[in-house]
């Protein structure tokens, strides 16, 4: 397995892959591509977690990657910056579609926690703000389907906590409610939280979901009964305490990895 680390920003944004060689005696020469957008609340990104994401994908055919993206500690207030820096990161990856055996048709971002906050926007605004602002044309950057994990949708709906912390992510927050913006150029939704989500409340997800429905996007929920924020792959591997490991969540990879077959 090749890994890359392709620098996107002067400000430190980069993306990271770890990409299959063709197997020569397969039929397929090309593999979807997953982009894991981690959280960390705009203050870091958690490596080791994104890694771990990634390589999950990568160990299903995927050829994987994981953002970093721009951070608080690089501008204030953030507005749509790592929303830009997705938009780099597809771009980047269509461009070298060829050399890396990706199928550019099958490019999937996917976020988690505040992560989930930049895809979301991000479905929402690749063919007009992202756009316009990357002067890239909008067949460039989009996204095929998109996974949400337990995502911040809009900073009203009760992350962060606080006005101080809001006034850093944005001077017109509503631009960043990202169930405000659902429209018709949204991509199919893969969409997962637990209800007893401590720290994002799951109103959050529900909020999105209602948008996509309006919208007639296509989508598939799950709400999971218990779990704490930041399960990641929701197993072992990646829980950060003891009830950080949910056998019965952790299938949400499973159904993930079968609603991607069912839309490529």
Do not use: C
Request: aromatic share 8%; proline share 8%.
């Amino acid at each position: 397995m090749q890994v890359i680390n392709q620098k996107l920003t002067d400000t430190g944004a980069q993306l990271t892959g770890y990409l299959h060689q063709p197997d020569t005696n397969a039929h397929q020469t090309t593999l979807p591509a997953i982009i894991i957008v981690p959280g960390g609340s705009y203050t870091h990104i958690p490596v080791a977690q994104a890694e771990s994401l990634a390589m999950a994908f990568a160990g299903h055919g995927y050829q994987a990657f994981y953002l970093e993206y721009t951070l608080l500690s690089d501008q204030q207030p953030l507005e749509l910056a790592p929303v830009l820096d997705l938009g780099r990161a597809v771009s980047l990856l269509r461009q070298h579609a060829a050399e890396w055996h990706i199928d550019s048709q099958q490019i999937i971002p996917a976020g988690f926690s505040v992560g989930g906050h930049i895809v979301a926007l991000y479905n929402d605004y690749w063919a007009t703000s992202v756009a316009t602002t990357l002067q890239t044309a909008p067949a460039t950057l989009k996204p095929n389907n998109v996974l949400l994990g337990y995502p911040v949708i809009s900073p009203l709906l009760g992350f962060p906590k606080d006005a101080a912390t809001l006034a850093t992510w944005s001077q017109t927050p509503t631009e960043l409610a990202a169930e405000q913006h659902v429209n018709a150029n949204n991509q199919p939704t893969f969409i997962w939280t637990t209800a007893d989500d401590p720290i994002v409340p799951a109103t959050n997800t529900l909020a999105y979901v209602n948008a996509l429905a309006t919208a007639q996007i296509p989508y598939e929920l799950h709400v999971f009964k218990h779990g704490p924020h930041g399960l990641a792959l929701a197993n072992s591997q990646t829980a950060w305490k003891p009830d950080a490991d949910q056998p019965h969540v952790a299938h949400w990879l499973t159904l993930a990895l079968e609603w991607l077959a069912d839309n490529r």
